[in-house]
């Protein structure tokens, strides 16, 4: 059984950076990719980036390019979500996934972790 933690949420200013983290246990050898994922209340779930699982190769939403940043840190099973210049609307529920096959969809999913941006 895969488990996916997230952590490192909290409240932090406009303008302000906020990392987040996702460790990984289980069995997540031959993984694909991890991703990241947010949702505010009443909204639907929204793609915000994801690093492919073997190498560095990132991909990002339109919404927060040139302003969030993924890393991974093999050792720890750790991947990380770097968010610059925060904004109040990147408040929401933070998530990640991770993906074990090339398909659109992803096998697991964190609980979640809550990002609020208020001046």
């Known amino acids: 059984q895969v488990q996916l933690v997230e952590s490192g949420g909290g409240l932090v200013q406009p303008g302000g950076s906020l990392r987040l983290s996702c460790a990984a246990s289980?069995?997540?050898?031959?993984?694909?990719?991890m991703g990241w994922f947010r949702q505010a209340p009443g909204k639907e779930r929204e793609f915000v980036g994801h690093?492919?699982?073997?190498?560095?190769?990132?991909y990002y939403a339109d919404s927060v390019k040139g302003r969030f940043q993924i890393s991974r840190d093999n050792a720890k099973n750790t991947v990380y979500l770097q968010m610059n210049s925060l904004k109040p609307e990147d408040t929401a529920v933070y998530y990640c996934?991770?993906?074990?096959?090339?398909?659109?969809?992803?096998?697991?999913w964190g609980q979640g972790t809550q990002v609020t941006v208020s001046s």
């Open positions: 996934a991770l993906k074990v096959t090339m398909s659109a969809t992803y096998d697991y």
């Open positions: 690093i492919r699982w073997s190498g560095d190769t990132t």
């Open positions: 289980g069995s997540i050898f031959n993984s694909k990719s």
